[in-house]
């Protein structure tokens, strides 16, 4: 397949994503109009936004994952790769750090609060990111940078059960 095939098939996968990720939204705005009290605007905007992104996410994995499996011959990105994800993997534990420094001193209010949505969006990215990491340490060509992947998938993965401990058992 030549280049354009390539392209064609990763930014088609995006376009059904994203196609995906609308019919979610769609869907969740249909769920709300069937409640009986209604939800608040606001919260409601908020909850379909949120279904939005975290459809378009999962189901951008897979268009990824193509575009990444055909960029395995280019060694220089996977050597970038190897440094890179155990590096964006621990981002996650020092946004669980910063929400819960935040919220123990109040800081949440005033100039710190975009910090503070900085981290939790960080965090609720955990999922999405370990499944990323795991898939492309398939896909990796060399075992350095396999390796690498699965430390990243293993911290994401680590965040995300300790966020699942603390918020839905302790809660």
């Given at each position: 397949?030549?280049?354009?095939?390539?392209?064609s098939?990763v930014?088609?996968?995006?376009?059904?994503?994203?196609?995906?990720?609308?019919?979610?939204?769609?869907?969740?705005?249909?769920?709300?109009?069937?409640?009986?009290?209604?939800?608040?605007?606001?919260?409601?905007?908020?909850?379909?936004?949120?279904?939005?992104?975290?459809?378009?996410?999962?189901?951008?994995?897979?268009?990824?994952?193509?575009?990444?499996?055909?960029?395995?011959?280019?060694?220089?990105?996977?050597?970038?790769?190897?440094?890179?994800?155990?590096?964006?993997?621990?981002?996650?534990?020092?946004?669980?750090?910063?929400?819960?420094?935040?919220?123990v001193?109040?800081?949440?209010?005033?100039?710190?609060?975009?910090?503070?949505?900085?981290g939790?969006?960080?965090?609720?990215?955990?999922?999405?990111?370990?499944?990323?990491?795991?898939?492309?340490?398939?896909?990796?060509?060399?075992a350095?940078?396999?390796?690498?992947?699965?430390?990243?998938?293993?911290?994401?993965?680590?965040?995300?059960?300790?966020?699942f401990?603390?918020?839905?058992?302790?809660?």
């Amino acid at each position: 397949m030549n280049r354009f095939g390539k392209l064609s098939l990763v930014i088609g996968g995006y376009g059904l994503a994203l196609a995906g990720a609308f019919g979610a939204s769609f869907l969740e705005n249909l769920r709300q109009s069937l409640l009986t009290p209604q939800p608040s605007q606001g919260m409601g905007a908020f909850s379909e936004s949120f279904v939005f992104a975290g459809a378009l996410a999962f189901l951008s994995i897979p268009p990824t994952a193509l575009g990444f499996w055909f960029l395995r011959p280019q060694k220089k990105l996977w050597a970038f790769l190897a440094y890179a994800a155990p590096a964006l993997a621990l981002t996650a534990p020092l946004a669980v750090l910063v929400c819960a420094v935040f919220r123990v001193f109040t800081l949440w209010k005033g100039p710190w609060a975009f910090l503070d949505f900085l981290g939790l969006v960080r965090i609720f990215a955990t999922p999405v990111m370990a499944g990323a990491f795991g898939i492309l340490s398939f896909i990796a060509p060399e075992a350095k940078v396999r390796r690498a992947l699965w430390v990243s998938a293993a911290i994401e993965l680590l965040v995300a059960a300790c966020i699942f401990i603390r918020f839905i058992l302790f809660q």
